[in-house]
């Protein structure tokens, strides 16, 4: 009897691109062993060496996680799916401002909001609510590029942002909050200028730091809502976190190439992200947004999700996402919507929790999340200084005609982009890596390279613990060989 199971983007690679595989068996467990008999490479993704089900993918039967039916040995029926979720980066509600004094709106704030205030469910009290309430939006890129939009125009009274970075070229397919005039401008500067002029009645608070263990608290406190859209493991772990501690709600969303999700964690009573994903997966085996693309309409629907879900809490009308964790696909354009529930052992909002303090979230996630000043590198950085070599290095050593191999671990369509020429040049993709080390030569010089030196930086860790000792990785990748050897060739 065939089950549909769907396979999630960041996992596609292994099955020929497909989003979803027919597999045999009568339980969890023979459906998954069917799907790996035929894709060997998806195993090291959904177990670990003990051949445990790995604690960064959750399976889920039709809408139910399977750790509330019976594990792997829960039983198929006809038309049944399965859902593979890995981490990417409940109740009637009262509103989240239901406790504070509600500020009077004035003639101008009528006229602007009238279309909200004529809504029943919104009305005068739902829009003063909104004029008292007060969001902070962890960065300002593709996701609180569109929620900041809308919370501004719909009269959230305070909208915080905390980003660290410069509006670039590049974020303007999707972070529709930013004009072509304003690259190299501060992203905080420029969002003020927008928000601000979008709806004056509002206050803008710009905070311009990357969000840590030392400032979190300080930041959310005194904030309603905390929307999510942050890019990185560390960073999220670290939102969801502080807002369990703090008891604000934490507005998730979350994007990678077609596929998004969204959810409303750490409220009173409702699940949190590590209800979900209690530890992160491993540095390179998720590629982030910047390695793996992203669809530019996917953070606006997403980030409007937030928005929506953001307001509904604010006001305390609809039903929350709470307990219901998003899935959507932008290429097929379907939603798709998974029940969650709060787990008693989770390490931080369970009954006996483990995580009473913030934590080291870099070292946690097992990758630095990127760094707001370079001058202070981590000190992970410095240990990887021989670990590395330079685009000059590299020019000298081809120069020399010096015998090394070059191997370039981008996907396949960015070396038609531009690429790094070389007699001894190779070419596996990062996810194919575990699979394929084999095939590489331990005994001569191996320089891997890819886009910037992220993807490359995480291979020779893995290569060098596998005992490829002459592993070192091209620092800054074929974009700094461009900026600083061939400028003829075109950057991405
Ligand atoms: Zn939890």
Redesign the pocket.
């Given at each position: 009897m065939p089950t549909l199971l769907y396979v999630p983007t960041p996992l596609r690679s292994h099955v020929g691109q497909r989003d979803a595989v027919e597999v045999t068996g009568t339980t969890v467990r023979e459906a998954i062993d069917d799907l790996l008999a035929r894709y060997e490479s998806l195993r090291t993704h959904l177990y670990d060496e003990n051949g445990r089900l790995r604690r960064f993918i959750n399976v889920y039967v039709n809408d139910e996680d399977i750790r509330y039916l019976q594990r792997e040995a829960t039983p198929l029926a006809e038309g049944d799916t399965i859902s593979l979720v890995p981490s990417v980066a409940g109740g009637s509600p009262e509103a989240v401002t239901a406790s504070v004094p509600l500020p009077e709106l004035t003639p101008a704030e009528f006229a602007r909001y009238n279309r909200h205030v004529i809504l029943p469910e919104v009305g005068v009290d739902g829009q003063r609510r909104l004029k008292a309430s007060r969001v902070l939006c962890v960065g300002a890129g593709g996701l609180g590029s569109p929620a900041s939009l809308y919370l501004a125009a719909a009269g959230v009274g305070h909208i915080g942002l905390v980003d660290f970075d410069v509006v670039d070229v590049s974020n303007l397919q999707r972070q529709v909050l930013f004009s072509t005039e304003q690259i190299g401008v501060s992203k905080l500067e420029a969002a003020r200028a927008r928000l601000g002029g979008l709806n004056p009645e509002i206050e803008i608070a710009t905070h311009a730091e990357r969000l840590t263990s030392d400032n979190a608290f300080r930041l959310f406190e005194g904030y309603d809502l905390i929307l999510d859209g942050t890019d990185n493991f560390a960073t999220r772990y670290l939102v969801n976190d502080a807002c369990?501690l703090l008891g604000i709600p934490n507005v998730y969303g979350s994007i990678f190439r077609f596929e998004g999700q969204a959810s409303v964690?750490a409220t009173r009573g409702g699940?949190?992200?590590?209800?979900l994903y209690p530890e992160p997966p491993p540095p390179g085996l998720i590629p982030s947004c910047a390695e793996g693309g992203v669809f530019g309409v996917l953070p606006g629907i997403v980030g409007t999700i937030q928005a929506t879900e953001a307001i509904k809490l604010l006001t305390g009308v609809g039903e929350p996402l709470i307990g219901r964790f998003l899935v959507y696909d932008a290429l097929r354009m379907r939603f798709r919507e998974l029940t969650l529930r709060?787990?008693p052992e989770?390490?931080?909002?369970?009954d006996r929790p483990t995580i009473t303090s913030l934590v080291d979230y870099e070292q946690f996630c097992g990758a630095p999340a990127p760094a707001a000043a370079p001058e202070t590198p981590p000190a992970a950085a410095r240990i990887v200084d021989d670990l590395e070599t330079t685009v000059e290095s590299l020019k000298a050593r081809l120069d020399r005609g010096d015998e090394f191999l070059l191997l370039d671990v981008r996907e396949p369509h960015e070396l038609q982009i531009c690429r790094i020429d070389a007699p001894g040049g190779l070419h596996v993709p990062m996810g194919e890596i575990p699979r394929r080390h084999g095939e590489l030569d331990r005994s001569k010089d191996l320089i891997v390279y890819c886009r910037s030196g992220q993807r490359s930086g995480r291979v020779v860790g893995f290569l060098r613990q596998q005992g490829f000792d002459r592993a070192v990785n091209l620092k800054g990748g074929v974009l700094e060989w461009i900026d600083r050897i061939d400028p003829s060739q075109p950057k991405y």
């Open positions: 369990v964690f699940p949190c992200y590590r209800c709060r787990d989770c390490p931080v909002c369970g």
